[in-house]
């Protein structure tokens, strides 16, 4: 929100300078990135490697405790991050969904043969 402010005027009652304050945008700029949430989207971006290439979906797990850490830190403390742990939740709650039907399908087409 910009807001101009008259600093003086002259004789005639013309303005002579202003003062252009920038408020709302200094607050959100000055708090930090919540860790927890740099740390859960990090081990999500591991999670998805592990998964296509050694096959470990249960980092997932970890990733959706430490994205759900750091939505809980990140409301009590006012930090930004707040797209990185939804992000990591999404991932991790991803993996999950598709290890779990992975499972569920071999349990039934092995019981089957």
């Given at each position: 929100m910009r807001?101009?402010?008259?600093v003086g005027t002259?004789?005639?009652?013309?303005?002579?300078?202003?003062e252009i304050v920038?408020?709302?945008?200094?607050?959100a700029s000055v708090q930090p990135i919540n860790?927890?949430?740099?740390?859960?989207?990090?081990?999500a971006v591991l999670a998805l490697v592990g998964?296509?290439?050694?096959?470990?979906?249960?980092?997932?797990?970890f990733v959706v405790g430490a994205g759900?850490?750091?939505?809980?830190?990140?409301?009590?403390?006012?930090?930004?991050?707040?797209p990185f742990a939804i992000g990591a939740l999404v991932v991790g709650y991803g993996i999950g969904l598709l290890s779990l039907a992975s499972a569920l399908i071999f349990a039934f087409t092995s019981a089957i043969h």
């Open positions: 807001e101009d402010r008259l002259d004789k005639w009652g013309e303005n002579m300078s202003t920038q408020t709302g945008q200094a607050e860790r927890q949430a740099i740390v859960a989207a990090a081990m998964l296509f290439f050694a096959g470990m979906a249960v980092i997932a797990i759900h850490v750091a939505l809980n830190q990140i409301q009590q403390r006012g930090e930004r991050g707040r």
